[in-house]
């Protein structure tokens, strides 16, 4: 079986460049095809040099490790070690899954024209095949990351939670949020925030109504007696978000807090319920943001 150098070397640059752009977009990194191409240009130089056998070093396991190194720098340039750590996995992730779909392919159509040589599979096929392989590939691992992320996202981002406030239950959903690490200054209390509406049933609309009046200190529309009953209850909890450097929530002490995640559940007592003014969502899809160290 005869094989040619610039066969060897258009087969790795095409497959090596649809490897680097899948890679980009699963990390939604920003794509430059100028540096994709050097880099899958390199891998494919790499590619002719193993097949050729010009040095033993180019089998070796560490060169090609720093080689993946240096791809994934020319074409992402990764800024921190953990992102560069973060690029090279899903590299290799991308690699492996694409390698053996389209080996597939190949071996469905011409399976007595492939060999391999020097870890590097070859054959007689037409170039079309391998590039329609190679598109096949591409479909398939884009859509396997998209299908894995959305589930993984749906299940992990979000959970039921019951609130127990001045003896009644509110149940809603919460959305676990990894930013969420707001605690109550003086007693360092974590916070969960929850859309006031949600909490109708168990606290005066007279407080619920006039949240940002009460953070200006105007208690006017305030009767005595909620007054009274709960000018000692409320607390007031600085926060920073991106539409809102320095904030203010009110809050108040739950009974206790019950979080339900399949069929694990956990109750916390000593929490802070952030009484939100407005909708979390448009849709509704949950009603309260929950932090991560809670659970």
């Not at 680097?20 to 920003?30: D, P, Q, V, Y």
């Not at 991308?94 to 040589?117: C, E, N």
């Not at 939670?161 to 974590?190: Q, S």
Request: glycine share 6%; aromatic share 10%.
């Amino acid at each position: 079986m005869t094989i040619y150098i610039d066969v060897v070397l258009i087969e790795n640059l095409i497959m090596n460049f649809i490897i680097i752009l899948a890679t980009g977009l699963i990390l939604k990194e920003k794509i430059k095809i100028i540096r994709i191409l050097i880099a899958s240009l390199i891998g494919a130089i790499y590619s002719v040099v193993s097949y050729m056998s010009i040095l033993e070093i180019y089998s070796s396991m560490i060169l090609k490790f720093i080689l993946s190194i240096v791809i994934v720098y020319i074409a992402f340039n990764p800024q921190t070690i953990k992102k560069m750590w973060k690029n090279i996995l899903i590299f290799y992730l991308t690699s492996f899954v694409f390698g053996g779909a389209a080996f597939a392919f190949i071996y469905i159509i011409k399976p007595q024209d492939i060999l391999m040589k020097n870890g590097l599979f070859l054959g007689t096929y037409p170039l079309k095949t391998i590039i329609l392989g190679a598109i096949v590939a591409f479909i398939v691992i884009i859509t396997a990351f998209t299908v894995v992320k959305s589930k993984i996202t749906k299940k992990d981002m979000f959970c039921k939670i019951e609130i127990m406030l001045n003896n009644k239950k509110i149940e809603t959903i919460a959305m676990i949020d990894t930013g969420n690490l707001l605690k109550e200054p003086i007693t360092n209390t974590p916070v969960i925030v929850v859309e006031h509406t949600l909490l109708y049933e168990c606290m005066p609309k007279e407080i619920l109504n006039n949240l940002d009046k009460l953070l200006g200190g105007d208690f006017n529309n305030i009767s005595e007696e909620i007054k009274n009953k709960y000018i000692t209850k409320l607390k007031f909890i600085p926060f920073s978000s991106l539409g809102k450097q320095n904030g203010m929530l009110i809050g108040i002490k739950a009974e206790s807090i019950k979080i339900i995640e399949e069929e694990k559940e956990q109750i916390k007592e000593n929490i802070i319920i952030g009484i939100y003014n407005k909708s979390l969502t448009k849709r509704g899809e949950y009603r309260a943001l929950i932090g991560i160290e809670l659970l």
